[in-house]
């Protein structure tokens, strides 16, 4: 699936993880952002991640 479409998935709601995810991927409509679950159960805020180049990683998988 393209991140596109992830994207607005998770803006209606849905929860979105790859296969490979422990955790999951959610939008938060009051923070205004993606919120990244994560396997240990930390919430941490898609602007905080500390391994850009995983993350953007996983934005740009399209399977």
């Known amino acids: 699936m393209k ?3 992830a994207f607005d998935l998770m803006k209606q709601g849905m929860k979105m993880k790859l296969p490979s995810w422990g955790g999951y991927w959610y ?3 009051e923070k205004e952002t993606i919120i990244m679950h994560t396997k240990e159960g930390k919430e941490l805020d898609i602007r905080e ?3 850009v180049i995983y993350t953007l990683s996983n934005i740009l998988d399209d399977g």
């Open 27 to 29: 939008w938060d409509n």
């Open 3 to 5: 991140f596109k479409r």
């Open 49 to 51: 991640t500390e391994r």
